[in-house]
């Protein structure tokens, strides 16, 4: 079974900073995809940014960017240019892209991110 | 286009009781996923259902049942209610066809259970 894991609970940032949020995952297949969502007071997750295993070249969304480490399976995400609209609790998360676990997202715990003005 | 609604908004049972949740899903899905989320912590897989039959569950029991329609809309059920269900509970869809477009799915804003 595939797990994440976000092992920072809270992160802070001022506006205009860059910041970093960590994921982790373990699997043992080679093919799947990996996602940021973010989720704010409202509770709608939105789609922060995805982005394909075999694609080595790391994904971008703006002010949106991952550091994808597939040999360490790490995927991080980096917020430049922090706006306070960025304030949510961010999840990292996995899709396989084989048989029955097409459509199944397992999720990391969650990052809480406070902008300060 | 519309995207995904939920109803209710929010819920409270008592336990021993039984739950229905409804979803509708966005315009041109067939797919539709249900998560439970405790307070704090990410969404768990419940299942998913597509072209009206479950197609692949998590660690739920089976108390936990769901349905789709022709219409794709969902339902989630959940009976002899438990302190520990409370949650918010999501659905989200998605169109099937290719590998790739399950990629895109879109949540709802959630049903607030709360089971006394």
């Known amino acids: 079974a595939q797990t994440v894991t976000q092992s920072q609970p809270e992160m802070s940032v001022q506006e205009a900073e860059t910041v970093t949020l960590s994921c982790t995952y373990d699997t043992s297949?080679?093919?799947?995809?990996?996602?940021?969502?973010?989720?704010?007071?409202?509770?709608?997750?939105?789609?922060?940014?995805?982005q394909e295993a075999y694609k080595q070249?790391?994904?971008?969304?703006?002010?949106?960017?991952?550091?994808?480490?597939?040999?360490?399976?790490?995927?991080?995400?980096?917020?430049?240019?922090?706006?306070?609209?960025?304030?949510?609790?961010?999840?990292?998360?996995?899709?396989?892209?084989?048989?029955?676990?097409l459509g199944k997202l397992t999720f990391g715990q969650g990052t809480i991110l406070t902008v300060h003005p | 286009?519309?995207?995904?609604?939920?109803?209710?908004?929010?819920?409270?049972?008592?336990?021993?009781?039984?739950?229905?949740?409804?979803?509708?899903?966005?315009?041109?899905?067939?797919?539709?996923?249900?998560?439970?989320?405790?307070?704090?912590?990410?969404?768990q897989f419940i299942f998913q259902y597509y072209r009206e039959e479950e197609n692949g569950r998590g660690n739920f029991p089976p108390r936990f049942s769901g349905l789709q329609f022709p219409n794709y809309s969902s339902e989630l059920n959940v009976n002899a209610l438990e302190l520990d269900?409370?949650?918010?509970?999501?659905?989200?869809?998605s169109s099937s066809g290719s590998k790739s477009?399950?990629?895109?799915?879109?949540?709802?804003?959630?049903?607030?259970?709360?089971?006394?």
């Open chain 1, 29 to 50: 297949e080679s093919d799947y995809y990996l996602f940021w969502y973010k989720q704010p007071p409202s509770r709608q997750m939105i789609l922060v940014i995805r």
């Open chain 1, 57 to 101: 070249q790391n994904a971008t969304e703006n002010r949106f960017s991952v550091n994808f480490q597939k040999a360490a399976k790490s995927f991080s995400l980096k917020i430049s240019d922090s706006q306070l609209g960025d304030a949510a609790m961010y999840f990292c998360a996995y899709r396989s892209a084989y048989g029955s676990g």
């Open chain 2, 1 to 43: 286009e519309t995207g995904v609604t939920q109803s209710p908004t929010h819920l409270i049972k008592t336990r021993g009781q039984q739950v229905t949740l409804r979803c509708s899903s966005q315009s041109g899905h067939n797919t539709v996923s249900w998560y439970q989320q405790a307070l704090g912590q990410g969404p």
């Open chain 2, 85 to 93: 269900d409370s949650a918010l509970y999501l659905c989200a869809s």
């Open chain 2, 101 to 116: 477009s399950y990629n895109e799915q879109f949540f709802g804003p959630g049903t607030r259970l709360t089971v006394l």
